[in-house]
Structures are given as structure tokens and as C-alpha cells.
């Protein structure tokens, strides 16, 4: 790993409490700073921490918040949630998927877009809800959507 | 040690509040079933089979029986219709999760349940923990975890190859109960020395020959593991027991 990502997490460890309960917002940070959870992060991190190897990949396996491959620039959820699924999210998840030709779960091969299918974004007043990194889009179709992405490009 | 007065069963008797229910219940020579439990580990309480009803100041409550313990004045019912129907429901689940494992059959088999009523996933891994446990609390190498969650989760070790902290001691092949965790030696093509395979972690490691016999007797991981953990005599990373016993060294 270089010294620079070293550095990182170093100061993002400083930050936390030490201890094994420092390991989901040690992550959640590496993951926003670097766009995903790599090997070499998890092992520096338990190292650092002094918990196994094993216990942090655990950790970094169960929340879908952390990717073990790397995201694109712009992160784009779809909500598939009971009041978007009503509203056609799914029709929206396929245009997306169309648009960048990329399956939910996947990343364009320029690293700029990556999809993800998400349960409930909590604004279901807003249905159909599509959200890129922090904006949050209401009420999308099929043919905004579309639009809403060239924004990212 | 003051006793606590127990009803197990409908039968006044006395339990060491010191020991779990699951534990006393078997000094009394009572049988639960249990899947994750064993004697060397921690209790875990993730098969639910050990399920009991106890009932104190009125209040009926359904308790895994080896993680709780004894208080005073419990009545305690092992086999009672309510225990009896959720852990029929529980072997029917884990039945359709591994209808294979021998384990599991002979448990359907002591409880009666002929068939499972849900879908056959033909796993064979029951997700008991034992191999992760065993890993951690008695080996101390912690090679083994869980891991993702819900219908995807499994054990593995980190990267889901080569393990670092794996040294092929074969603990978690002898305690599992379905046999879905194995290894086996082999001379590598690569280098032509005989290796361990732990074939579900996807991990090698070089086994060591007896400088006396010659014989392959361990991992050089594992002696290593070992003798940072205890003090070692002389020649045991390099001899096998049987010879280091009849005082062959080198």
C-alpha cells in the first residue's frame, strides 16, 4: 500500500476511539475517501486496530455501505422501495442500467458511474426517488432521468 | 455452593446455579438437542434447537438453555407442546437449508419430522460457528469469520484465499459436524514438496518432515504457531512426537 493511503487511514484512525468498535467508522471513511474497500486498507486497519484479519472482512463483508471493489465517481442509487416500486422504479433502474450498460451492482468502465439497487431512501413522498452521490431526485421518469445523468458526465 | 430449587419437567429437584440450564439438565440426564453447542466452546445460542420453557413469578418465557442460566425457583419444561413446535419448525428449516448433512437427518429422525415443507437449498454448511470458534477460542489463530449477511452469508477466511493467519492445523475439519470442512496432503506441482490443502479456505501450506524418519508430521505453520505460543523443547519445529518421545533428535 503507499505511504499516502497509509497516511489516510493513520489520521482517520486518530480520529476514532480505539478498539474494535472503531472499525464500522474507520471504514465508512476509508470508503467515502477512497471509493471502496481495498485489501489493503482492511489489513492495515485490523493491524492497526489489533483485531484479525478475518473479523474486519467480516465487518467489510456485511454492509453493503462498503464496496471490496472499487466505485465509480458518481454513485447512483435507485430506490426500490414499496412506494417507488409502486411508482415504476423499476422501469427507472432499467433505463439507467440501459443508459450506462451497467447492471445495478456494477461500475462503467471509465470508473464514472456505478449502480445501486437501494430498499428505502425514507422520502417515499418523493416517489420515484433517484439519488447521485448526495443530491436527491423526486418524482423522476424514465426520460429525466436520463437527463439527470449527463449532469454527472 | 447453595442449590437453586428447580421444577424441570414437573420434578422438584436442585440445579448449580454456577452451570447453565443446558448443562444441568444433562447432569440430570434430560436430553436437549443441540447443533452449536459443544463443550469446549463458549455457549452461542444461533441453532435455537436447545430451546426451553422456563416459567418464573408466572411468566412463561421460551430461552435458549445454553446460554441462560439458573435462578432460584425456575420451573423449567424441556419438552413442553410449545418447545416441541417451534423446534420442529427449526429442524424443518435447517433440513431445507441441508437436507445432506447426516447430522441434521438424525436429527429430523429423533424429532419425527419426515420431510421439510419448505425448499430444499442443499447447503452443507449449517452456519453453526463451531469452525470459526474453535479457530479463535481454542487455536487463537482467528483465520475464520463470517461473512456477508443474510442468504449470502458464509464462512471464510479474509479474501476467500491464501490465508496468512490459517496454519493448517485442521481443528475446524475435526469439529465439523457436516464435513463440509476439509483438507488433504499433497506434493505440490509447483515445487515438488508435500503440502496441506484446507480446501474450503483455498489455502496451501508446506508440511514439515521429521529430520529423524522422514515422515511428514505437521505444517510448518502450525509448529511455528505453536512455539510462539508455548515454550518448545529442542528439535520440536524439526522432529515428529513420536520420534521427539524416543528421544531421536538431531
Known sequence: MDEGTKTIIDKLIKKHKPGENAVVSIFQDVQEQQGYLSEDAIRYVSEKLEIPVSRAFSVATFYSAFSLTPLGRNRVHVCLGTACHIKGADNIAGRISRQLKIKPGETTGDRKFSLHKVRCLGCCALAPVVKVNDDTYAGVSQDQVVSVLEKYR | ?250
Not at chain 2, 463443550?39 to 413469578?57: D, N, S, T
Open chain 2, 1 to 250: 455452593m447453595t442449590m437453586c430449587n428447580i421444577t424441570l419437567n414437573g420434578k422438584k429437584t436442585k440445579f448449580l446455579p454456577g452451570k447453565t440450564i443446558l448443562e444441568n439438565t444433562r447432569d440430570h440426564g434430560v436430553k436437549i438437542p443441540v447443533l452449536c453447542s459443544h463443550e469446549a466452546l463458549k455457549p452461542y445460542g444461533a441453532c435455537r434447537l436447545c430451546i426451553v420453557e422456563i416459567e418464573e413469578q408466572g411468566r412463561k418465557q421460551i430461552v435458549t438453555s445454553c446460554n441462560s442460566h439458573v435462578r432460584d425457583g425456575m420451573k423449567i419444561k424441556t419438552h413442553s407442546p410449545r418447545v416441541q413446535k417451534i423446534r420442529k419448525t427449526l429442524v424443518e428449516l435447517l433440513l431445507a437449508r441441508t437436507p445432506e448433512a447426516a447430522v441434521e437427518q438424525q436429527l429430523a429422525r429423533d424429532i419425527g419430522v419426515k420431510a421439510t415443507p419448505y425448499p430444499e437449498q442443499g447447503e452443507l454448511c449449517i452456519m453453526c460457528g463451531q469452525c470459526v470458534r474453535t479457530c479463535r477460542e481454542i487455536v487463537g489463530a482467528c483465520a475464520l469469520d463470517f461473512v456477508h449477511k443474510g442468504s449470502k452469508r458464509s464462512v471464510a477466511v479474509p479474501f476467500f484465499r491464501d490465508s496468512k493467519e490459517c496454519i493448517g492445523c485442521g481443528s475446524c475439519v475435526f469439529v465439523c459436524p457436516t464435513g463440509v470442512v476439509s483438507m488433504h496432503d499433497e506434493i505440490s506441482d509447483v515445487r515438488g514438496e508435500p503440502e496441506r490443502i484446507m480446501d474450503k479456505w483455498e489455502t496451501r501450506l508446506p508440511l514439515q518432515k521429521c529430520s529423524s524418519d522422514g515422515n511428514v508430521f505437521a505444517t510448518r505453520r502450525m509448529l511455528e504457531h505453536f512455539a510462539r505460543k508455548h515454550e518448545v523443547s529442542e528439535g520440536f519445529l524439526e522432529t515428529c512426537s513420536h520420534c521427539l518421545r524416543k528421544g531421536n533428535t538431531k
